[in-house]
């Protein structure tokens, strides 16, 4: 099955400055990669994704790019604010799965200092 | 967006007791829905899959007598623990992805907190 590798697991940043969060897979045939945010006590949400047929996508301060050569992708978070200080997740569809069928990181504990 | 709604958000059950956590798409149909459980500062770890009118695909080492997954209509699938105990404690979470467009992506629910006691 699919095994996605998250790093770092922690990461501290200023308010102001952008973080940078990395994940690997190792399924060649995945195709979709989406990225969640986590609050305490809460659901994921997922706050961007991209599919295997472009190489970055953006939405204003989130950015993931991927490199199916390599076999990552990675979110970047631009201008971060103290409330972006959550868990972030990546994760992956299984093999032959349906997207809903998700391979998830270990989870980056983000925290934005004012 | 989508919304994944579940119930309850927190049980506390006493060992050896059955608790059941309902998963509702609201306004889309689910023919798949998803059951994860997330342990604390861990990851989610996928359960099993819920599918509407047949059984349930279990993922490795996750025990269907244990855990009964009823997918009954579009819109409700039910995870019952069975015969709980502490270790089950854990923040159990549902997805579902749109009947009519599931290469869209998959819409989470809020999660249910259980306590074994």
């Known amino acids: 099955g699919e095994n996605v590798e998250q790093h770092p697991s922690t990461l501290s940043v200023q308010e102001g400055d952008s973080a940078v969060i990395k994940c690997t897979y190792s399924?060649?045939?995945?195709?979709?990669f989406p990225w969640y945010k986590q609050e305490l006590g809460k659901g994921p949400q997922l706050i961007i994704d991209?599919?295997?047929?472009?190489g970055e996508k953006k939405d204003q301060r989130i950015a993931v790019t991927l490199n199916k050569t390599a076999k990552h992708f990675s979110l970047h978070i631009t201008e971060t604010q103290p409330e972006d200080s959550a868990v972030y997740f990546c994760?992956?569809?299984?093999?032959?799965?349906?997207?809903?069928?998700?391979?998830f990181g270990r989870g980056t504990q983000l925290t934005v200092w004012p | 967006g989508a919304v994944v709604s579940q119930h309850p958000s927190r049980v506390i059950c006493k060992s050896g007791t059955s608790v059941k956590i309902e998963c509702r798409s609201l306004?889309?149909?689910?023919?798949?829905m998803f059951w994860y459980r997330q342990f604390p500062k861990q990851s989610l770890m996928l359960m099993a899959t819920?599918?509407?009118?047949?059984?349930?695909?279990?993922e490795q080492g996750v025990e269907k007598d244990k855990f009964l997954i009823n997918h009954a209509s579009l819109t409700l699938s039910t995870l019952t623990v069975t015969s709980a105990h502490p270790e089950d404690s854990s923040f159990y979470i549902c997805?579902?992805?749109?009947?009519?467009?599931?290469?869209?992506?998959?819409?989470f629910g809020q999660g249910t907190r259980l306590t074994v006691v």
């Open positions: 997805s579902a992805t749109p009947s009519d467009n599931p290469q869209t992506e998959a819409f």
């Open positions: 399924d060649s045939a995945s195709n979709y």
């Open positions: 991209i599919r295997s047929n472009v």
């Open positions: 994760a992956a569809p299984q093999r032959g799965s349906t997207l809903g069928r998700l391979y």
């Open positions: 306004d889309f149909q689910a023919t798949t």
């Open positions: 819920s599918n509407e009118g047949s059984k349930a695909t279990y």
